[in-house]
């Protein structure tokens, strides 16, 4: 036996650290430093406009309590709390959508590899309209930009998942007069000239980027409005001025008009809840890769 060892009244003899006295002493109480220390940064309020937690990606529904840092924009659910960090270099924590691109960002490789003003005027008029749909879509809204189509060399400049559904977006920085306009006295067909010259079938190209789409989401239930937006555009005719600077317009299933307004065609109430926003947006961000 060493120091220490006791008998209990059973007759045996015992280590140390079973003794009762021991076994019955308090835990000492975690220090001041051991405590998590909460990043100020932070606060915790209900989150006017909801959206997804920077730390786990759950959707937070509107008005509901959570975490906002008005410095970065960005919300965190209440199981996420802001730890402050620790001294050194700063972890930012996983965002869902953290590897999207800057829209406009793969134009701007071909222009500066190729030297081509196109591609870098190209790429300025993606980057206005992801700036425009950040600044327009706060209410939960998921916005991909500058995507691969699946099997081809294309890409979407924007797939956008909304409650009013799956938006996808092409952005036109068209330099010249844009015109819309019947192509006869009936008014049966309408034509888009840009400085005289037909672009019309612009409308019918779109949807060689909606048929992925809805090769990834089979369910027809949900909706896929494909739009083209038009940067700095100069429309002709006062019909058509007052047309694109009010409200979108529609040819066959295509919207198009300026960014802002087709952001406010977005923020439309529609028939996906944020459950299925935050469910979509996650598949289309897995089947179509940043190009």
Known sequence: ??????????????????????????????????????????????????????????????????????????????????????????????????????????????????????????????????????????????????????????????VVVASSGIWVIDAKKWRGKLEYKAANRLGTKMVLLVDGVDRTSTFDEIYNLVIPIRQCIPDWSVPIEPALTFVQAEWTGRAAVKLFTTKPHKNGLVWFSAPRIIAAKIREPGPLSAEAVAHIAQILDEQLPPR
């Not at 650290?17 to 932070?42: I, K, Y």
Request: hydrophobic share 35%; aromatic share 6%.
């Open 1 to 158: 036996m060493g120091p220490g060892w006791w008998q209990a009244s059973d007759g045996n003899w015992y280590a140390p650290e079973l003794h009762p006295a021991n076994a019955t002493r308090a835990t000492p109480a975690l220090s001041a430093s051991a405590v998590p220390e909460l990043d100020s940064a932070w606060a915790f309020k209900s989150l006017r406009y909801g959206g997804a937690c920077l730390a786990c990606g759950i959707q937070i529904p509107k008005n509901t309590m959570g975490w906002h840092s008005p410095t970065i924009k960005k919300v965190r659910c209440p199981c996420c709390p802001p730890v402050a960090s620790s001294p050194g270099p700063a972890v930012p924590a996983v965002d869902p959508v953290a590897r999207n691109p800057v829209g406009g960002s793969s134009a701007l490789r071909v222009a500066q590899q190729r030297k081509d003003r196109r591609w870098r005027k190209g790429a300025a008029g993606e980057y206005i309209v992801d700036q425009v749909l950040h600044e327009e879509l706060r209410s939960g809204e998921v916005i991909l930009s500058d995507r691969k189509v699946p099997g081809s060399s294309a890409n979407i400049d924007f």
